[in-house]
């Protein structure tokens, strides 16, 4: 007898009917053979190329990049959604394996163009290069931080089983720990997956439960975490070294399509607004009649109002609604993603935590990884994802695959733009004074973790790097010192914190990823871009629409600062965060009448 499958999980078999199929092994030999083609034709003849024949070349190369995608794609997601079945454990080895070698045999190709824009830097220009022109740009701005063949290859090998495995190692941790907390009086064993989602529940204790054993537990492992974050911080040191980057960030604003000044703007603009978002701290502490909020209180929704619980069905049917109202036709990407079961959503033992969306370019969708527990904030969490996938939609549409790497700091625009979208339709139904105070907060809340909490991380990350070149050693203790001195900046003396919260750094998979440093900015970036964006949304109503659409669909075509620019915004200028933080006060203007 077979078990019979888990409501709402993802069908994958789009891309291949199980982790044992004889497809896989086509696909990966196909892959390979493309692979060992498209070097023959190109190794060491790419400087010679002309327009023409660099745009047949690029074509070829995507080409190929899609023919691994589907395997790639598959792989990553079997794993996450059943990281401890062996045969989905064998195959994610195996083809992180092959991409690990693929990656190195066509290292050629970026080092390559790096050469021939170089030399000739007019083939950007090039009318047959039109499409490809703005991901040139990119290549010319990367090809000074460029190594030889054989260095580019050595850094990819001495990952694959170093720096890397830390990731790895983080992640089957939190994935293989039990938690015992106490749930409404009555101890449980969970799985992190499990006692995270009780961070915001609606009892007081069972919050300070589950945020006690959760970061109490890590925290107990903190110089295994604290190991980790040293070795791969000073790994990145030298190899921003070894790559000419004037600092740790700089990889990170290349990779962004951004600038150091547009970055230190938004984070001064969030540093001198910190008092407006104490300022509604203190009001949440009123509404939860508190002398002061707790840490644990942060996210927590407001007592006595009624808890808000939906199905999946029901958050199906609310998102839906959301999108459609905005256009109907934007909605579409939002329906497909139900309709094609491309959402795996219950969260069980050995599922990666949290929520993705991951981009399916060859199907012009995408499949999204949730955790869902029927809470309002778990109806957000829908909502964002489904951004993603609306972004994916668009942005395969109208755009070869080169031009679908999306930078982060634009990459978040849908998924808070749908965010906004669900504000909106609850506020409207709101049926009470309490339902409205509620939905502001937890808009609120979502704003303060996204841009206040996660400034307080670049922040902190930038103090690891600055400690490494005093050569202070990053023990457990002083990395949460760092921790706790750059959150204090943000939440000052409107929150007391549990001792157990200095290891809450310990927890952010982020900061695992050794060659994603400074993944944090572009969270702030995008949340505050969209908030002005939305402004821009209620000033032209309908006339919006359209231009919303064709930022999404330039995909990474033009920079993040072109794609401000078709919606009429101009983030380089030094007031513009501004507007977006307007938003923010708006909300909290609001709240403060019917508190
Ligand atoms: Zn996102």
Not at 26 to 46: D, H, L, Q, V
Not at 184 to 212: I, Q, W
Not at 468 to 485: A, F, G, N
């Amino acid at each position: 007898m077979t078990a019979k499958p888990q409501e709402h999980t993802w069908d994958l078999t789009p891309l291949f009917p199980s982790p044992n199929d004889p497809s896989i092994e086509r696909a990966i030999n196909e892959a390979s053979a493309s692979a060992e083609a498209f070097e023959n034709a190109y190794r060491g003849k790419i400087i010679d190329l002309n327009a023409a024949d660099l745009q047949k070349c690029l074509r070829e190369f995507e080409a190929f990049e899609e023919k691994l995608e589907n395997i790639s794609l598959y792989a990553s997601l079997a794993f996450s959604a059943n990281m401890t079945q062996p045969e989905v454990q064998t195959l994610y080895d195996r083809v992180s394996k092959l991409e690990a070698k693929l990656g190195k045999q066509l290292a050629f190709l970026s080092l390559e163009l790096g050469g021939l824009v170089k030399g000739k830097p007019e083939i950007i220009r090039d009318p047959d290069l039109s499409t490809y022109r703005h991901m040139l740009e990119r290549v010319q701005r990367r090809v000074e931080h460029q190594l030889s063949e054989v260095e580019e290859q050595l850094i990819i090998e001495k990952d694959q089983f170093g720096v890397n495995a830390w990731e790895e190692l983080q992640s089957k941790w939190l994935n293989t720990r039990t938690f015992t907390v106490k749930v409404l009086g009555e101890e449980k064993t969970l799985s992190y997956g499990e006692a995270s989602g009780l961070l915001p529940h609606h009892d007081r204790e069972t919050r300070e439960s589950a945020n006690k054993a959760i970061y109490g537990t890590l925290g107990k492992d903190g110089e295994v975490f604290s190991s980790a974050l040293r070795n791969i911080c000073n790994d990145w040191v030298n190899v921003s070294i070894r790559r000419k980057y004037q600092s740790p960030m700089e990889a990170s604003l290349v990779n962004n399509d951004t600038e150091q000044n547009i970055v230190d703007n938004l984070l001064n603009a969030i540093e001198n607004k910190a008092p407006t978002y104490r300022r509604y701290l203190k009001l949440k502490a009123k509404l939860m009649n508190l002398p002061i909020l707790g840490n644990h209180d942060i996210v927590a929704p407001l007592p006595n109002a009624p808890e808000l619980k939906f199905t999946f069905e029901e958050a199906e049917a609310l998102v839906t609604r959301a999108y459609s109202r905005f256009d109907e036709e934007y909605a579409t990407a939002v329906k497909e993603m139900f309709a094609k079961q491309r959402i795996d959503a219950p969260p069980r033992f050995g599922k990666r935590n949290g929520a993705f969306c991951a981009s399916y370019y060859t199907g012009k969708s995408a499949f999204i990884l949730d955790n869902f527990a029927g809470t309002l904030n778990d109806v957000y969490t829908l909502a964002h994802e489904l951004g993603h996938a609306t972004h994916d939609y668009y942005a395969s549409r109208s755009q070869t695959r080169l031009n679908t790497s999306i930078p982060s700091i634009v990459a978040e625009t849908a998924s808070i733009f749908g965010e906004l979208l669900l504000t909106d339709l609850l506020l409207e139904e709101a049926r009470s004074a309490e339902e409205r105070r509620q939905v502001l907060c937890m808009v609120l809340d979502e704003a303060g973790m996204t841009a206040f909490h996660v400034t307080a991380r670049v922040w902190f990350e930038q103090t690891l790097y600055s400690s490494i070149q005093r050569d202070e050693y990053l023990d457990y203790k002083t990395i949460c010192s760092h921790w706790t001195l750059a959150r204090d900046r943000i939440f000052g003396e409107a929150i007391t914190w549990f001792p157990e919260m200095e290891a809450e750094w310990t927890m952010k998979p982020h900061y695992y990823m050794a060659n994603y440093r400074f993944y944090n900015y572009p969270y702030v970036y995008a949340q505050m871009f969209v908030y002005a964006l939305y402004e821009r949304y209620l000033e032209e109503g309908k006339a919006f629409v359209p231009k919303l659409k064709q930022a999404l669909s330039a995909g990474s075509s033009v920079s993040p600062l072109e794609i401000g620019r078709v919606v009429g915004l101009d983030v380089a200028a030094p007031e513009f965060w501004g507007t977006g933080l307007k938003v923010l006060e708006r909300f909290i203007e609001d709240l403060q009448k019917i508190s």
